[in-house]
């Protein structure tokens, strides 16, 4: 008797966490990726035009895109490095169609000499960006 009520609760924990709109549910569905892009050296300056107006409209107008930070190394100023963070996938597939996204992608084509995009989970789900 005691299993069958340890395992209703289980259940029912495994259910309400599930639920939309708890932060459970949320972390969940979250997409996290991780851009890797190489940038021809002469055209770095105006890529970070491109990106940063990229980035700033996608945090201003799509509620689903949480997260876009963009970085470059030190050593190797051409190397960016983007995390990207969503509330869930259809949030991303909603950014890709963007016209801001569009303007950046076709703006860029011929500055990015690599690209490697890399499928993320987070290790610390309660930890939040500020």
């Known amino acids: 008797m005691e299993s ?18 708890t932060v459970f549910a949320q972390e969940m569905t979250r997409m996290v990726r991780i851009a890797r892009l190489v940038i021809d050296p002469p055209q770095l300056e ?31 100023p051409t190397h960016v490095t983007i995390l990207e ?9 909603a950014h890709l169609k963007t016209p801001h996204f569009a303007k950046y992608k076709t703006g860029t084509k011929d500055m990015v000499k690599s690209l490697e995009l890399v499928e993320a989970d987070p290790l610390l789900v309660d930890v939040k960006i500020k």
């Not at 963070?85 to 597939?93: F, M, R, T």
């Open 85 to 93: 963070i969503y509330a869930d996938p259809e949030d991303y597939k």
């Open 4 to 21: 069958r009520k340890h395992l209703f609760i289980i259940v029912s924990l495994i259910f309400i966490m599930s639920l939309p709109g």
């Open 46 to 76: 105006k890529y970070k035009a491109f990106l940063k107006e990229e980035i700033e409209t996608s945090l201003r107008v799509e509620p689903g895109v949480l997260t876009l930070y963009a970085i470059t190394e030190k050593k190797n």
